[in-house]
């Protein structure tokens, strides 16, 4: 089991940056692979970053790729998530999750967090 807590969210204007950080308790983050998720209104969840066990890999889809950078520090047990170059689009309710098989979009993740909102403005 373990307990995951976001935070870092807030509102931001167009062009701004965010890091958002996400806290593990209850079990050693480093035997999770990590990943961020994002859900805006009247839209379905989606993966905007993954990362492995040791933070040596890591994995983006396009539409973020070059402008969110995820990280662990897996001595703090804390996971990262470093978005720059926001757009309105971006605006979203940005999760943590973890599995024990992957960071990839199509894994199971097991656990997550209560979520941050993120809302950029134009």
């Known amino acids: 089991q373990v307990d995951l807590v976001e935070s870092g969210g807030g509102l931001v204007r167009t062009g701004g940056s965010l890091r958002l950080s996400c806290s593990a308790s209850?079990?050693?983050?480093?035997?999770?692979?990590m990943a961020w998720f994002r859900q805006a209104v009247g839209k379905e969840r989606e993966f905007v970053a993954g990362?492995?066990?040791?933070?040596?890999?890591?994995y983006y889809p396009d539409h973020v790729k070059g402008r969110f950078t995820i990280s662990r520090d897996n001595a703090e047990n804390t996971v990262y998530l470093q978005m720059d170059s926001l757009k309105p689009e971006d605006t979203a309710v940005y999760y943590c999750?973890?599995?024990?098989?992957?960071?990839?979009?199509?894994?199971?993740?097991?656990?997550w967090g209560q979520g941050t909102q993120v809302t950029v403005s134009s």
């Open positions: 999750a973890a599995s024990r098989y992957g960071y990839f979009s199509n894994v199971d993740y097991h656990y």
């Open positions: 209850g079990s050693t983050l480093s035997t999770y692979a």
């Open positions: 990362i492995n066990w040791t933070g040596d890999s890591t």
